[in-house]
């Protein structure tokens, strides 16, 4: 347990209308369900009062945005610092004129995806093939299925760990394979999308189509991260990771799916190290195979256990 800050940070935060909790459990933020404590967990209520919060935070106090948690591992020991957890007040979405929509940051990229269907938006139907937010979306520059937030993204609005309201556009985001290059203090609170003119059956068809094909390819029904590894350039990191003799490896209630050796899966009481500690395993083995080092696609953070 970490020692408790919410009496103090409330006092120095008077006019906070979001929730603060102390030593929180993560688990339930990520969906492998794993990992230790957040020493504060801050809900805001929305943009105004996340800026107010970090206006008045002292600066050495370490912050980590979770939307879904569907990319995400937090370490045994947890968080020492302030988890903010972008809820139900960053999650509103919007249709607007000129084939755009615009939605929070705490979204559900699923959800915009059939919005922008119903709408007849074609473009965005990417997003039902990743199982986070916009928030992360605009993060990792998240793609599937042909498509990456680059190729749809206008602008995007976020706060400073001082504060204040920023915004980026397209260009200005610096997107790379599955990286964004603004500073990794600026949170990320709204996007506004462009896609084009369609049909909204045959949009709905294409995503059917994405939902079926994660559904036969991928364990979405498991306590599990998403892709664990990038790509390497050329090549597919599941093909390496299966060359290596890893699909099903085990460390515990940990194992690489045996459906697509790409994904980490917890089967009930596999701790953070175990899932860290399997990843790692098999980053080794794919080296000594193929030469090939292995980058982490899955973010983690926090303390390791003592």
């Not at 269907?117 to 199982?131: D, K, Q, T, V």
């Not at 498509?147 to 760990?161: F, P, S, Y």
């Not at 093909?239 to 089967?267: K, P, T, W, Y």
């Not at 080794?284 to 003592?306: H, M, N, Y």
């Amino acid at each position: 347990m970490f020692p408790d800050l919410t009496s103090e940070l409330k006092a120095e935060m008077p006019d906070l209308r979001g929730k603060l909790e102390a030593n929180a459990p993560t688990a339930p933020l990520s969906w492998f369900r794993t990992g230790g404590p957040a020493q504060v967990l801050f809900t805001p209520a929305d943009v105004d009062d996340l800026a107010y919060f970090l206006v008045h935070l002292d600066r050495t106090i370490p912050v980590l945005v979770v939307g879904l948690g569907s990319n995400l591992l937090i370490r045994d020991g947890g968080w020492e610092g302030v988890v903010i957890r972008l809820a139900k007040g960053f999650a509103e979405m919007s249709v607007e004129p000129g084939h755009r929509v615009r939605a929070g940051a705490g979204a559900p990229d699923v959800k915009v995806a059939r919005a922008a269907a119903e709408a007849g938006i074609a473009g965005l139907s990417f997003l039902r093939g990743i199982p986070g937010t916009i928030g992360g979306a605009l993060r990792m520059n998240g793609g599937a299925y042909g498509g990456e937030t680059k190729d749809v993204l206008l602008e995007a609005k976020g706060v400073t760990r001082g504060g204040e309201k920023v915004s980026f556009t397209n260009a200005g985001m610096g997107f790379t394979y599955r990286h964004s290059s603004v500073p990794d203090d600026v949170i990320f609170t709204e996007a506004l999308f462009e896609g084009r003119s369609g049909d909204p059956a045959e949009i709905l068809a294409e995503m059917n189509a994405i939902t079926e094909a994660r559904s036969s390819t991928q364990p979405v029904n498991t306590r599990t991260g998403g892709s664990t590894f990038k790509n390497p350039p050329g090549r597919k990191a599941w093909e390496l990771v299966d060359a290596a003799g890893c699909r099903g490896l085990r460390r515990g209630d940990a194992q690489v799916s045996e459906m697509h050796c790409n994904f980490l899966i917890n089967h009930g009481a596999a701790s953070a190290a175990d899932i860290e500690g399997l990843g790692e395993e098999v980053r080794r083995k794919v080296l000594e195979t193929s030469g090939v080092e292995l980058e982490w696609e899955i973010k983690r953070v926090g303390l390791a256990r003592v």
